[in-house]
């Protein structure tokens, strides 16, 4: 029992002396240049929000005028007519997706699967519809492959591709090829004996 009357009287310290912080905290806290204190300006503006109608009677009182109409000429046919929007499917200039050229082909392969004179392009190997043997196949690989790997000096093909003068070696370079690694190490202990004043191998 005396237990719980310490506890009561110590909760109840705690309680007070907790709205006593609380109290000088807002009578205390800044301003930021307003009339109002940060907590009372927080609590207006969250009144205001959930508010549901104004309460200054000025806003009410305001007359709003409609919007002025659109200005027509007086002859509407030489208005020009908008341009229509070509990002559309039904341009003919439209750039088909992968999905739709392979189902564009298999309904045509369909519509004349009786025919005797068509041949379908995913039959072909290649765009002349011939058959291509391993060496040719494997031609068209290397140069892909090339290709993917830029190692063309011919022409640009990319946009990210360098201009052809940058990509051309000056005459003798690839005969050049730069000081050997012999030659290099050699140099390399002559300086170190010279910066330490000894020999780089100490027997």
Do not use: H
């Not at 499917?89 to 997706?97: G, H």
């Not at 003798?172 to 780089?200: F, H, I, N, V």
């Amino acid at each position: 029992m005396r237990m719980t009357r310490e506890f009561r009287v110590a909760a109840g310290i705690m309680g007070l002396l907790g709205a006593s912080l609380t109290l000088s905290g807002c009578l205390g806290a800044p301003t930021y240049g307003t009339d109002k204190t940060a907590t009372e300006q927080l609590l207006s503006d969250v009144g205001n929000a959930v508010m549901l109608s104004p309460g200054n009677e000025e806003a009410k009182r305001i007359k709003y005028q409609p919007r002025g109409g659109l200005v027509l000429p007086k002859d509407e046919s030489k208005l020009v007519q908008p341009q229509q929007s070509v990002a559309s499917a039904a341009n003919p200039e439209w750039v088909e997706s992968p999905e739709e050229i392979r189902d564009r082909l298999r309904r045509e392969a369909d519509e004349n699967a009786r025919s005797a004179t068509y041949q379908s392009p995913l039959q072909r190997s290649n765009a002349y519809g011939q058959k291509l043997s391993t060496q040719q196949q494997l031609e068209q690989y290397r140069e892909a492959r090339r290709l993917q790997q830029g190692l063309y000096t011919d022409q640009r093909r990319y946009l990210s591709d360098p201009p052809l003068d940058y990509r051309r070696l000056p005459e003798g370079a690839e005969a050049d090829l730069g000081e050997s690694e012999r030659d290099k190490e050699r140099r390399r202990k002559k300086a170190a004996e010279m910066e330490t004043g000894r020999r780089w191998w100490p027997f």
